[in-house]
Antibody, heavy 121, light 108 residues
């Protein structure tokens, strides 16, 4: 059973880059079974898919964030990462890492506990 | 992009009652690639239903999903105290994956 843990700074200044890492246990980041995704949730609001990466390195992003997002895989430590540039207060949210399969199975059946990132000077 | 609308925004019910939650898509969701999640305060979402009607592992049979095309329903046959939470629908048939705004089921 997959277990996921997000880590990174809890506060980022406006205009800077938000960087988070998700550490995966119970499975390999190099597995062809999963895409490795990020979802966020502003306080008191709904869920927004940010993007996903396959072990091969292929990525797809939400068009609403695409210009600012980079997701990458670090196979040596069974981790994958999120970078979101030029952040504003609107990027304040709980960020979850959540893998998914492909096609009919592209739902999010595992989630990290989430990490709150606040954008503030 | 498929936009999902959920209704009602809040559903006030008592334990033992039946809950019927609606999710409507702005265009047809291919092959019923529609999921439902439950979220409690301070917790990550939990997958309940995928493929519009298939229960995820360990989900009690009081939860059921139905629908196709643009109209989907999550039914909780008899509410248990632990079922009071926010419920989200999500389509995953094509990118971008999108979520509905959620329905909160609270105590009457």
């Amino acid at each position: 059973q997959l277990q996921l843990q997000e880590s990174g700074p809890g506060m980022v200044k406006p205009s800077e880059t938000l960087s988070l890492t998700c550490t995966v246990s119970g499975g390999s980041i190099s597995s062809s079974s999963y895409y490795w995704g990020w979802v966020r949730q502003p306080p008191g609001k709904g869920l927004e898919w940010i993007g996903s990466i396959y072990y091969s390195g292929s990525t797809y992003y939400n068009p609403s964030l695409k210009s600012r997002v980079t997701i990458s895989v670090g196979t040596s430590k069974n981790q994958f990462s999120l970078k979101l540039s030029s952040v504003t207060a609107a990027d304040t949210a709980v960020y979850y890492c959540a893998p998914h399969s492909s096609g009919y199975y592209s739902y999010f059946d595992y989630w990290g506990q989430g990490t709150l990132v606040t954008v503030s000077s | 992009e498929i936009v999902l609308t959920q209704s009602p925004g809040t559903l006030s019910l008592s334990p033992g009652e039946r809950a019927t939650l609606s999710c409507r898509a702005s265009q047809s969701v291919s092959s019923s690639y529609l999921a439902w999640y439950q979220q409690k305060p301070g917790q990550a979402p939990r997958l309940l239903i995928y493929g519009a009607s298939s229960r995820a592992t360990g989900i009690p049979d009081r939860f059921s999903g139905s629908g196709s095309g643009t109209d989907f329903t999550l039914t909780i046959s008899r509410l248990e105290p632990e079922d009071f939470a926010v419920y989200y629908c999500q389509h995953y048939g094509s990118s971008p994956f999108t979520f509905g705004p959620g329905t909160k089921v609270d105590f009457k």
